[in-house]
């Protein structure tokens, strides 16, 4: 198929060519014997005038100026331009010599057949050169233009791409710790057979769904992102028991609103993980608010500063998360102080669910 496109562009493109030179033919034609009567003698000498300007017009464009002006040697160009500037005019004036000569014979008795004089003619030969290397600089720069915007999106293509991959591959981090933790818990309950483990379970299966049928999706309702990072709290509680004192204040006000599955439980579970017992407990504040469009989220745990190196690899990985999926659109802030960590989450212009 590709083929057969290359060669009717290229049958396209000498046809092209064919049609053009039968215009500067005509052109010729018409220039020269402007007020003459003798038809058939300046016909034929046009003819001659042809393959003289074709050569000179496809010497510069396909070879000078591909060769030294496209590629930055203008003093090569300038000198090579002389030169043929030079040897044109000699092979411009044997033509018109060759074709005075040969067209003899057909001028008609008592007329002038040409109306231009010699300079005139060769004035009229470069001022078609100078229309077909226009022709092609205008030519050349346009396809230039239309390679550089298909380079361009070749390479936005490439970038996506490869967002799209580090992108699946943090969900990938993301889910085994998830879950490790989760299970873990459920199994240190059922280690002691207590009756809160049927009800981890059912959260835990809540959880499971979310992850395998919701994460795939680029956006999930925030309600949703919610209501799942709430089970998931539930879960922590009833692992910490008494040890574990966790705030929550939700004001979602726009039900409509989307954001990417799985973007704020790993800074509660890093809450979790990470957090230290201050004073016998492990206090958790979470704060979940939408005005309009914007997210504002803040989580803040206990913990110790002396005991933290940095904020880990989770932190990290859900910051390029961030920067990926809402580039110039979110702020993150993260602050230690002396028994505190803190996370503070903006998101601005999140898309509403639109239904049908």
């Known amino acids: 198929m590709n083929n057969k496109s290359g060669i009717f562009k290229y049958l396209l493109t000498i046809i092209g060519h064919i049609l053009f030179w039968l215009v500067i033919y005509y052109f010729y034609a018409y220039f020269l ?5 003798n038809t058939e003698y300046v016909n034929l000498f046009s003819g001659f005038l042809m393959p003289v300007t074709i050569l000179i017009s496809y010497f510069l464009i396909y070879y000078l100026i591909p060769n030294y002006l496209l590629t930055k040697k203008y003093k090569s160009f300038i000198v090579y331009s002389v030169y043929t500037f030079i040897v044109s005019v000699y092979v411009i004036i044997l033509s018109i010599l060759y074709g005075l000569l040969y067209s003899e014979g057909f001028k008609e008795v008592g007329t002038e057949p040409l109306t231009k004089t010699l300079p005139f003619i060769i004035l009229g030969v470069y001022f078609v050169v100078l229309i077909v290397v226009s022709i092609s600089l205008i030519m050349h720069n346009y396809n230039s233009i239309v390679n550089n915007e298909n380079l361009k999106n070749k390479i936005l293509q490439t970038q996506l791409q490869i967002k799209d991959q580090e992108l699946r591959f943090l969900k990938m981090q993301i889910h085994p710790h998830f879950l490790f933790n989760s299970l873990n818990t459920i199994y240190g309950f059922a280690l002691k057979k207590k009756d809160e483990a049927p009800e981890m379970i059912l959260k835990l299966s809540n959880l499971l769904d979310y992850i395998l049928y919701q994460i795939e999706k680029p956006q999930v309702l925030l309600t949703d992102e919610v209501n799942h990072l709430l089970d998931y709290v539930s879960l922590e509680k009833m692992r910490f028991h008494d040890t574990l004192e966790v705030k929550t204040n939700i004001e979602v006000s726009n039900n409509t609103i989307q954001i990417a599955p799985m973007l704020l439980i790993p800074f509660v579970e890093n809450a979790f993980k990470h957090g230290d017992i201050i004073n ?30 940095n904020n880990g690899i989770g932190l990290e990985n ?38 049908g």
């Open 33 to 37: 014997g402007f007020g003459s009567s």
């Open 280 to 309: 016998g407990s492990l206090k958790v504040s979470i704060q979940i608010k939408t005005e309009g469009n914007v997210l504002f989220f803040e989580i803040k745990n206990t913990s110790i500063k002396e005991n933290k190196i």
């Open 318 to 355: 859900i910051a390029k998360r961030l920067e990926m999926l809402y580039p110039n659109s979110h702020t993150l802030e993260i602050s230690q102080t002396a028994n505190h960590f803190k996370v503070n989450l903006t998101i601005n212009n999140l898309t509403q669910f639109k239904n």
